[in-house]
């Protein structure tokens, strides 16, 4: 496909359960970033990859969100123990190259998180 | 820090109706800044961007001044259309490369 999918689209957890959110970016994107989206709300940064470098991981909400990109293209955004305040839309968005906050980010449909 | 304040919906107009949504922002240095458009049922979407100031973004009918003088970035349209009804954000990107975005504005176009 052209543009960035993400899956599950929709992911219903219980309290306390782990989950994995998966990425696939724009093929050639260089850039990958995560965001939360809470309802009502608008998107907020969680993380940033240039390839399988986590660069910028300072919106990470607490240390049972852990992201990866092992081989610099399709991403997962992982939620240990998860808690009912994670219940969110998580998109995911690449870009093609590293520099100018010019360029776009091409968002992905997002995944719909439901915890229980 | 870096900021994005937007005027709080919803909107509703009737279609040939003028838009505006009102967009604010605050930033240290000279940050990128953006609107998205997010259709129902739908991702996120670009809908104009503008890098310095003065600079008039637009796309579809849409614009949008980059205002340093107010730190502004108003998006317009003279004339709505039923297919316009979506949420809009306005965004800013950060020293990083990082969107930070306001709440989000629904608009909802009436025939």
């Known amino acids: 496909g052209a543009g960035v999918s993400q899956s599950p689209r929709y992911k219903v957890a219980k309290r306390g359960q782990d989950v994995a959110l998966r990425c696939d970016p724009i093929s050639g994107h260089v850039s990958l970033f995560w965001y939360q989206q809470a309802l009502g709300q608008g998107p907020e940064f969680l993380t940033y990859?240039?390839?399988?470098?986590?660069?910028?991981k300072s919106g990470l909400p607490s240390d049972r969100f852990f992201a990866e990109r092992p081989e610099g293209s399709v991403s997962t955004l992982k939620i240990q123990r998860t808690q009912q305040e994670d219940s969110a839309v998580y998109l995911c968005?690449?870009?093609?190259?590293?520099?100018?906050?010019?360029?776009?980010?091409?968002f992905g449909p997002g995944t719909r998180l439901t915890v229980l | 820090g870096n900021s994005v304040t937007q005027m709080e919906g919803p909107v509703t107009l009737s279609e040939e109706a003028f838009l505006t949504i009102n967009c604010t922002y605050t930033?240290?240095?000279?940050?990128?800044l953006f609107w998205y458009v997010q259709y129902p049922g739908e991702g996120l979407q670009l809908l104009l961007k503008a890098t310095k100031a003065d600079d008039k973004g637009s796309n579809k009918g849409f614009e949008a001044t980059y205002r340093k003088e107010t730190t502004s970035f108003h998006l317009e349209k003279g004339s709505v259309q039923v297919s316009d009804s979506a949420v809009y954000f306005c965004a800013l990107s950060d020293g990083k490369g990082n969107l930070i975005f306001g709440k989000g504005t629904k608009l909802s176009v009436k025939p």
């Open positions: 990859f240039q390839n399988e470098a986590q660069l910028d």
């Open positions: 968005a690449s870009r093609h190259s590293t520099g100018g906050s010019y360029n776009e980010q091409f």
């Open positions: 930033a240290t240095g000279y940050p990128s």
